[in-house]
């Protein structure tokens, strides 16, 4: 099992440029999720799925774009970057089996600088 | 709103004894789920306890237990015989019904040999 697993780990883009960063995770969980680290901010909630088909949008959704299309895979775009989406990203998955009782499983993160 | 919040940005301890990390939560609902993660300097999220809020008995895991105190909606870590390798960023977090996620601002705890 590779768990969650984020590419890339690092990336350095300019304003206004695109870029998507990939999430995949091999333990069948519906739920997954994008997160932003910021200092001083804790992790706040981007977006979010339960399941391919279905996104939603969390506490800090403007200039990210989601899609689910398979289980396994939530990749996050950023259509036209901005030096404020500098920041550490986390993907993260959890089973929904038992509602709010199941922690989330985090990938290593992408750091990510928008010059 | 601040759901989470954690009062204590640093925290000192010294090696072999105990500490407490200090958690509050804010939210009208009956059913969430409340959880503790280590985050050390190398960055990943590591999950380490969680209580829900039916449960009656503090949670325990090896070293760490959940001091989880409902009314007064506090759910303090404590980290017994604390070890260097305990050094690393801790956050709170709560899971609501709706699938909404919060995490708390943090606490880095140091531990002294």
């Known amino acids: 099992n590779a768990g969650v697993t984020q590419t890339p780990k690092f990336q350095v883009l300019k304003t206004g440029q695109s870029m998507t960063l990939q999430c995949a995770q091999d333990?069948?969980?519906?739920?997954m999720s994008w997160y932003r680290q910021d200092p001083g901010m804790g992790l706040r909630l981007i977006h979010y799925?339960?399941?391919?088909?279905?996104?939603d949008q969390g506490e800090v959704p403007n200039g990210y774009n989601v899609s689910r299309s398979t289980t396994e895979d939530f990749p996050l775009r950023l259509l036209s970057a901005a030096p404020s989406q500098t920041s550490v990203y986390f993907c993260?998955?959890?089973?929904?089996?038992?509602?709010?009782?199941?922690?989330?499983?985090f990938g290593p993160g992408t750091r990510l600088t928008v010059l | 709103a601040q759901k989470i919040t954690q009062t204590q940005p640093g925290m000192f301890v010294q090696e072999k004894e105990a500490v407490t990390l200090d958690c509050t939560y804010d939210?009208?609902?009956?059913?969430?789920?409340l959880f503790w993660y280590k985050q050390p300097s190398s960055g990943e999220m590591i999950f380490l306890i969680y209580?829900?809020?039916?449960?009656?008995q503090n949670a325990t895991e090896g070293r760490y237990s959940l001091n989880f105190q409902k009314a007064r909606k506090s759910a303090n870590l404590v980290i017994s015989a604390s070890q260097l390798g305990d050094s690393a960023m801790y956050f709170c977090?709560?899971?609501?019904?709706?699938?909404?996620?919060?995490f708390g601002t943090g606490t880095s705890l140091t531990v002294i040999p």
């Open positions: 977090a709560m899971s609501l019904t709706g699938n909404q996620f919060y």
């Open positions: 209580q829900g809020s039916y449960d009656e």
């Open positions: 799925s339960v399941g391919a088909g279905i996104t």
């Open positions: 939210t009208s609902d009956q059913s969430y789920g």
């Open positions: 333990m069948n969980h519906e739920y």
């Open positions: 993260a998955s959890r089973n929904t089996g038992q509602g709010v009782y199941n922690e989330q499983f």
